[in-house]
């Protein structure tokens, strides 16, 4: 997920980085569908990045399960496969964004109209460290620089003497809270398995993999709600302030709805795949 975890601060702040000028020898058709393509590419943006916010929350969910020894091994794996496939839709819809991109580029420079490209702003934190520097050379303090040493040195070993014995003391408490939570987790997976041993191995993997493709949609769903919201408490404020023309406003509004109307046929597939999980259950 490195390609994702560099991918959102560019589309957070670069987003879509052209900028366009349109001559006044444009067609009203060509106009559309720069317009079209513009707001295509912003709609897949608002996608990929909902998708990958919702993985990254998934991802850590898992990682926190398997540390805490709340998943089998199994379900672990199944669940890293899921999360790789949707990995991978991610990746196409990116290289999507980036064809849809470079295609309006050409279109654009098809009709003379004026393409800036942002350039990326990289910046570099340099921490300066200076360890300060004391000449103690004379022969005065000598002697007692030398009782100090020691002084330092008994101490140390006296509190390394005290943490050996700390951490015996904790290391022990700890074996026997291990076993203690051995037996527990011998315990209910002997529950577990009795469990599931009373259904069928394919209803109980279909029914788990309905479960993940809800968890997945519905993650998705809620970052797309929350950076849905995001633009329109932005362009709120846009107009409150005056600083977008009617043509933009009417441009992101456009944008908006058609992010709104994608989360609308998500959710209703989320909807559907609850209705299919009841039934599965049930039967």
Not at 25 to 34: A, C, G, L, P, V
Not at 38 to 58: A, H, K, W
Not at 89 to 109: E, G, M, P, T
Not at 152 to 175: C, D, H, M, T, V
Request: proline share 1%.
């Amino acid at each position: 997920m490195k390609l994702f975890k560099s991918l959102i601060p560019v589309l957070v702040f670069v987003c879509f980085g052209i900028q366009n000028v349109f001559s006044q020898e444009i067609s009203r058709e060509d106009r559309k569908t720069i317009k079209s393509k513009e707001q295509e590419i912003r709609v897949n943006e608002e996608i990929l990045l909902s998708g990958i916010e919702g993985l990254e929350r998934i991802k850590s969910r898992l990682q926190k399960d398997k540390s805490r020894n709340r998943i089998t091994k199994e379900e672990a794996l199944r669940k890293e496969t899921i999360i790789r496939n949707v990995e991978g839709r991610l990746s196409k819809l990116d290289k999507k964004i980036k064809n849809q991109k470079s295609d309006l580029v050409a279109f654009k420079k098809s009709l003379n109209v004026k393409v800036e490209e942002v350039a990326e702003v990289k910046t570099t934190e340099v921490a300066e460290v200076s360890a300060p520097t004391t000449a103690r050379n004379s022969n005065s303090d000598l002697q007692q620089r030398e009782q100090e040493l020691k002084a330092a040195r008994l101490k140390l070993e006296q509190e390394i003497k005290a943490s050996e014995e700390a951490y015996k003391k904790q290391l022990e408490a700890l074996r026997l809270k291990n076993e203690k939570l051995a037996k527990l987790d011998n315990q209910l997976q002997t529950e577990k398995k009795e469990i599931e041993d009373k259904i069928s191995k394919e209803k109980r993997m279909k029914i788990m993999e309905v479960e993940d493709d809800i968890s997945v949609n519905e993650e998705m769903l809620i970052s797309g709600r929350q950076g849905l919201k995001k633009k329109k408490d932005q362009l709120e404020a846009a107009k409150k302030n005056g600083g977008l023309t009617a043509e933009d406003v009417q441009r992101k509004e456009s944008i908006i709805n058609r992010v709104e109307s994608r989360l609308n046929k998500l959710e209703s597939e989320i909807k559907v795949k609850k209705a299919e999980l009841s039934k599965l259950k049930a039967a």
